[in-house]
């Protein structure tokens, strides 16, 4: 091949490899924050596992949630030294079954669907979070985002979630993190740190399945659940 002709050919390649790399813009951390809030739209359904821990005890806790019709069940296992005891819990038409050492009860809930949505009311702490690249967590599948929540948005979150109140912020020492799928924008994992003077929980939230097609039904037994407020 003609001498001149490579020389040619090498610096087309070298600008071709310029301009592509002129092409590709590194992304923010709010930017991967936003792109993956913004994927969540196209979200119907998820399957999901949930461990919270601290110092006694332990929740372990696996399920399914389908946003679209507003349905979703979980099995839980509430464990401390003292107890090892397995909930059944159903989300349907705005209504909680709960099964309890044998029994199952109901009552509605006091906030929306998405409240009681574990993906989505994390996300959306993370929204109004400080956000930065953990560069030695992120790898080729997935970006790593260390998120500081802004306190007031955490408490909600966690009074809704817990159904008590907490007085004050100033002593809420609290860090996320969250693992966002690059190739879908997807969150996959979810770390929650939280701390005060007397309460010291670590949770982490692992998505596994997104927009697969879900069925939940209420078992039968169920039906005959008494409402809580009439017990």
Known sequence: MDKKYLIILGALLCIVVIVVGLSIKDLSSEEIRDNSIEALKNVDTYEFGMNITSEEDSILINGEVDSKNKKAKSKMTLTSEEMNIPVEIYLIDDVTHLKMLGSWTKKS??????????LRSQMEIIKYSEVEISENESSEKFYVLDAKPDKK???????????LKINGTE??????????????????????KMKTKDIDLNTILEISEYNKKLDIKLPG??????WISEL
């Open 221 to 226: 037994e169920a039906k005959t659940a008494k």
């Open 171 to 192: 002593d809420i020492d609290t860090a996320m993190k969250v693992q966002i799928e690059k190739d879908s924008n997807l969150p996959r994992k979810i770390y929650i």
């Open 109 to 118: 809930i006091a906030t929306t669907f998405d409240d009681e949505d574990y």
């Open 153 to 163: 948005k955490f408490l909600e979150y966690i009074e809704k979630q817990m159904e």
